[in-house]
Structures are given as structure tokens and as C-alpha cells.
């Protein structure tokens, strides 16, 4: 699906991974057996992921190129990816960019943090018109660890 090369690509590609996991089948084709629909934390995180991956190929790349969101919705998880014009690989994808290497004061560069450590699989390819950068979401129960945040007085008291 062709996105516009603007700020208006993040709100539409959220729109159509909503629109794509709502529309999830109950049965799967040929087996005849019912399987969960993506929960809403699920179609929450999925969309979120998907509009970081947007949002940074509006910004980082040609305003001049075209964005591409291919979206696959397999029966027990969701592939996301945004293709871009822009053969410049992406490696906060893959461990580089860390959290210890980026200023903690910064309100920018935690975006592509956030889709490799919340997706099941994420990364990056090159291609002949440019790259393609992608995550995978796990749609089955129970299949992320469930993220918790300790407070302080929490440590303090442990």
C-alpha cells in the first residue's frame, strides 16, 4: 500500500494495521478450526510499531520517494514492512544504537529501540530500489514476555 511521504503516513499505515487485524479471520481457511483474534494489546502494540518504522522513513528518508507498508497476517503472527527509496541500512534494528550509546536526555532516537525489543523479530534488508525495513508480532497467546516496570521503592524494599 502506498503511503504519502508526509507526517500523515504514521496516523494512515496505524489505520490499516487496525483495519487488517479487526478483519482477522476466526477460521482458518480449509481447517475448520477457530483460532483468537489479535487481542487489543496486540493490535495496540502493532500499531505502534508500525507507525515508528513509518515515522522514521518520513524522516530519514527523500521527500521525493515513495513509501510502500506491505502488511502480512499469517495465522499466528504479523509482518510489518516499510519500503523505502533509501538503500541506508538501519542498525538500531540489530543491537547498534543502543540505549548505553544515546544521550538519556534526548527526546528523539528510541524508536527503532522500542520495535527490537517489543517485536518477536525485526530488521532490515537491502533491495534493488532501496531497503526494507520490517518486524514480526507474534499474535499467539502467551507468546511475548509480558514487560514490567519495578519502582524504585520497589528495589529499595527487595
Known sequence: MPLPHTPAAAPIARTLVRAALTAFPRTEPGLGHDRPRPSPTDRDLAELLTAELVANAV???????????????????LRVEVHDHDP?????????????HRDPLSERGRGLSLVRELSSSAGCRTTELGKVVWFRLSLAPG????????????????
Open 88 to 100: 541506508t541500512p538501519l542498525p538500531g534494528l540489530t543491537g547498534a544504537g543502543s540505549p548505553e
Open 59 to 77: 524522516e530519514h528518508t527523500s521527500p521525493h520517494a515513495p513509501l510502500e507498508l506491505v502488511l502480512e497476517v499469517l495465522p499466528t503472527s
Open 143 to 158: 507468546s511475548r514476555t509480558r514487560v514490567t516496570r519495578t519502582s524504585s521503592r520497589e528495589k529499595e524494599a527487595g
